[in-house]
């Protein structure tokens, strides 16, 4: 930890937490709080950053870290970056725990919670006695001068670009074979009904972030950390189709100036509607080679009335066939499970599946459900139909159709028996994992078919 230099100047501490659990992942770092470090070292805020979320190397934790600066100073604002939705249920429970605990153990703590999902969940967070603000989220009161600026500052950041360049080898401890993600744009232009990344975005809608200094930042990490794979965290990388194929170019062009073309390997999120095989080409170019792409579902009217997702289905395939034409590898998100899924579309979705590619979608279809995250518009439209299951830092529904309903029953029953002990004990690092987690996903792929098949049998029979 960097030494004091001024011991009456408030101190920060900004909280990367841990949010996936699995034995994957473990070495991506938290581009969005590296940012929010910036942006506090570059207005002259006394500011820490502890990143858990990166596993590649153990990392101290909030508890120790509080107390081994108690001992000098202390900390008196903690900021604690919550950004991605797939953490709600019981991984943000835990993190409100430590947050409470913490919160016992240093009663002049102030804790600000920052990024989507504190947004999403600020009601039960601050219920929970986690937070005492969240930026963007319900309106809350601080006499405390410092930490109105605070507020302030941080919630000006989130309509901002911050350069990354001031960030030293001390602040980015990871190794070469890290995946460090960078922003290069805010928000999505999409409306989905599920969806709460716009949750903390001003006014909404999607903004462009200027490419030619985010590629800069990406070669300063480059040459401070040995990585030489990044990972946009843009939940909509490309806005508008023209717009796509421009920041394609740009970035193509960036990292062809800086030298960095073929060492280099990106990730994006992008939505299908904004690219073209041209852009996918430009893209390969510029070292992307995985993209995911939210399909969510292959049934039309589940798109658009449940979804509220307009997706032109023949426009996607041609785009997947110009990324693999390309070796760009398409990954894609899918949700199978909600609640008024029924056993004849459930076939026909799997049938859609089985033609697009089952290896695109990376979860299990016993994962692959609808995640209910408070205040979206899907949350509202399944309480006002009786499906709505909640609990503090719990929404889950139930499926209408029965027969929809017993399959899902039974493969969760299969995933929890079969696959979850397997998992446990599955690690990026550990020789075969890889392969027992495709075996797993096959297994299960066969099983559920079968399961429809009997159960179509059955209740057509």
Known sequence: MPAVTDPSRPRVLVWAPTLYESGFKQRHVDGDALAVQASLRAADYDSVLLDAYYRGRPAATLADTLA???????????????FTSDAYGPRLRRIADELVAARLRHPRLTVIGFGPLAVSAAGELMAHGAVDHVVAGPASVTHNPFVAKLLAHLHAHLATYTSLRSLTAEDLPYGANAVVSVAASRGCRSRCTFCAYNADLPGGGWRDLPMAPVVADVVHLHKMTGATAFAFSDSDFGGTRSECARRAVELRDGLRAAGL??????????????????????????????MLIGVESFNPDT???????????LHLRKVVAAA?????????????WHPWQTLDR?????????????????H?????RLEVIPGTIIERQIATAGLLVTAP???????????????????????STTAAPVLAGLHEAKPGSLNQLAELKIAEWAWLTNAVTNREASHHG
């Open 261 to 290: 073309t073929g060492t280099l390997t990106l990730a994006i999120s992008v939505r299908a509607e904004t690219l073209d095989p041209a852009t996918v080409g430009v893209l390969a170019d510029a070292g992307v080679r995985s």
């Open 68 to 82: 081994d600066a108690a001992g000098i100073t202390g900390f008196d604002v903690l900021v604690v970056h919550l």
């Open 303 to 313: 798109l658009r009335r449940i979804y509220g997702k307009r997706q032109d289905l």
């Open 324 to 336: 693999d034409d390309a070796g760009v590898t398409t990954v894609a998100s899918y949700i199978l």
């Open 393 to 415: 830092f719990h929404r889950a529904f139930t499926i209408a159709d029965p027969a929809a309903a017993a399959v899902n029953h039974e493969l969760t029953n299969w995933y």
């Open 346 to 362: 459930l076939r026909d979705e799997l049938d859609a599946l089985d033609h697009f590619g089952r290896h695109r979608i990376p």
């Open 364 to 368: 299990f279809m016993a994962r692959s």
